[in-house]
């Protein structure tokens, strides 16, 4: 069983480091999770009596719920626990639940957030050649049971979180019966560590939108003489807008394509600097908001100078979530909101 759990426990933890970032929203989510559980001990009562100490177990459970946007959730979970008999004992111990959930999550707008929870539902106890002294039970037993949770969520992106919780678990009385004339009983708290990955559905599903560039309307021609041809309007400086992903400040193929341009035409204009404004959403906190936009000025500004724009032409500021394309409320995720706007002057 030692074994089993160890490759059981690596394998969750080694899904919980492979990360980018994301945040909470609202709608259905499903999960599994995986990890250690430690029940005390069970009494033998009746002839033989004594008690049975158990290793420490592996755990299992899938779970389905709905985040509603604010903070909370409703989930149902199908759980499962695994104790090898340890000492004079042997054989195994195995409890089922079938529990309804509520839990709150602090952060919900972050790219991680503690959560606590709480749980009741029905367990079933079931023996499995479960042998102290001359007795041994196959046997199950059901009652009741309720779960307090504490833990932490951590988001890869807009689809897929990893989590890791501590489960406190109290069952009412449980009886086991055996071959001869004892009976055997679990102890009441079950305490479990979990690792879990965890898939919602209600993530954007619309691609992030074509960059295009906003073209100012060139000034009309001077009037020319009669006899004479109308001389070609002077091509007017343009700007630009490119968009990032959720948390991002990379500059996508679609991005670059753009900025391409806007360095061709800083050239065929006559353009003399570029000003460039970095813009986020409002999902997250203020002061992070502010920082990722400046991130995406800069790296729209590092972009401009490796084709060959000087450093002294470009100046960027960073406006956070304070000049919205699209007016939402706070908390909110906008992909047209998550940009940086380029403009090229004389």
Do not use: C
């Not at 309804?100 to 106890?125: K, Q, T």
């Not at 690792?195 to 960059?211: D, H, N, Q, S, V």
């Amino acid at each position: 069983m030692n074994i089993r759990l160890a490759l059981l426990t690596v394998a969750a933890a080694a899904a919980l480091v492979s990360a980018p970032a994301s945040a909470q929203q609202q709608g259905p989510y499903v999960g599994i999770g995986l990890g250690a559980t430690w029940l005390d001990e069970a009494d033998v009562k009746g002839t033989p009596s004594g008690k049975f100490d158990f290793d420490t177990g592996y755990a299992g459970l899938l779970k389905g719920g709905y985040a509603f946007g604010n903070g909370w959730r409703a989930e149902g979970e199908f759980g499962y626990r695994n104790w090898d008999a340890d000492g004079a004992g042997s054989g195994d111990l195995r409890a089922y639940n079938i529990f309804a959930n509520a839990l709150y999550d602090f952060m919900p707008n972050s790219n991680w957030s503690p959560y606590l929870g709480a749980g009741a539902g029905v367990v079933r106890y079931t023996s499995d050649g479960l042998a102290f002294s001359t007795v041994t039970s196959n046997d199950q037993s059901n009652t009741w049971g309720v779960q307090g949770i504490a833990g932490m969520w951590y988001a890869l992106n807009d689809n897929w979180l990893l989590s890791a919780d501590y489960r406190y678990m109290y069952t009412g009385d449980a009886k086991l019966d055996t071959s001869g004339a004892s009976t055997i009983e679990p102890d009441n708290t079950i305490h479990t560590v979990m690792l879990g990955i965890t898939y919602r559905f209600g993530a954007p599903a619309k691609p992030m939108p074509a960059a295009a560039p906003m073209a100012a309307p060139a000034p009309a021609p001077a009037p020319a003489p009669a006899a004479a041809a109308p001389a070609p309007a002077p091509r007017a400086p343009e700007t630009y807008i490119v968009f990032f992903a959720f948390d991002k400040s990379d500059i996508s193929p679609v991005a670059s394509q753009v900025l391409d341009r806007a360095v061709a035409d800083f050239r065929a204009t006559g353009s003399t600097n570029v000003r460039i404004e970095g813009n986020a959403d409002r999902s997250g906190g203020n002061a992070y908001n502010q920082r990722l936009s400046q991130r995406r000025a800069d790296s729209v500004a590092a972009y401009l100078r490796s084709k060959g724009i000087a450093q002294g032409a470009i100046t960027t500021s960073a406006n956070g979530e304070d000049k919205p394309r699209v007016p939402t409320a706070d908390g909110v995720r906008n992909d047209e909101n998550r940009n940086a706007q380029v403009f090229l002057r004389k």
